[in-house]
């Protein structure tokens, strides 16, 4: 079975570090794009960027670029999402999801496998 | 970035209504248009991938279409379990942009 499984749920206080994970199986995890997708409480959904972790060649959202690290480790299947100073504003729930994605075919890039979400809250 | 336009915002409907959402892109994204749907404390499901693809264990009353900014999800006989939001997504350039969300609610 294909499945994408997340660290569990933090609570953190404003200005500490974080390192959340997404443990993927079932599937060859180089060789596909993962993405992470933010859910801050009672709103919608936000692309905030994907990594390949063949080669770690990472894609950054504008708006998340320099507030976010997303990394692989490619030799334990896994993916992550850093903060070095959070703030009350990241409090979230951030989603992993793998991307499905044929470079020659129009229309197909998706996102078909997704994490079951890290609950992240930040609070003094 | 590429701006992603639901509406409506929330939709009123009954068991075995047929319910069609709509999505509209900023700029032209061809076919690279994907729907998810979203229950309460769970993670997106995805329905419909380019366009009008449907994923692999997704009822066939689900189904998609539109091309270049203008798309559509229709639920031929909307189901007790239909009740959720859903989210169109285009994946034409990063950012990846999403969609605000279509609530539907039980009428």
């Known amino acids: 079975e294909v499945q994408l499984v997340q660290s569990g749920a933090e609570v953190k206080k404003p200005g500490e570090s974080l390192k959340i994970s997404c443990t993927g199986s079932g599937y060859s995890f180089s060789n596909y794009w993962i993405g992470w997708v933010r859910q801050m409480p009672g709103k919608g959904l936000e692309w905030m960027g994907i990594i390949y972790p063949g080669d770690s060649d990472t894609r950054y959202s504008p708006s998340f670029q320099g507030q976010v690290t997303i990394s692989a480790d490619k030799s334990n299947n896994t993916a992550y999402l850093q903060w070095s100073s959070l703030r009350a504003s990241d409090t979230a729930i951030y989603y992993c999801?793998?991307?499905?994605?044929?470079?020659?075919?129009?229309?197909?890039?998706?996102?078909?496998?997704w994490g079951q979400g890290n609950t992240v809250t930040v609070s003094s | 970035d590429i701006q992603m336009t639901q509406s409506p915002s929330t939709l009123s409907a009954s068991v075995g209504d047929r319910v069609t959402i709509t999505c509209r892109a900023s700029q032209s994204i061809s076919t690279y248009l994907n729907w998810f749907q979203q229950k309460p404390g769970k993670a997106p499901n995805l329905l419909i991938y380019a366009a009008s693809s449907l994923q692999s264990g997704v009822p066939s009353r689900f189904s998609g279409s539109g091309s270049g900014t203008d798309f559509t999800l229709t639920i031929s006989s909307l189901q007790p379990e239909d009740f959720a939001t859903y989210y169109c997504q285009q994946t034409y350039t990063t950012p990846q942009t999403f969609g605000q969300g279509t609530k539907v609610e039980i009428k």
């Open positions: 999801a793998r991307r499905q994605y044929y470079w020659n075919s129009a229309g197909l890039d998706y996102m078909d496998v």
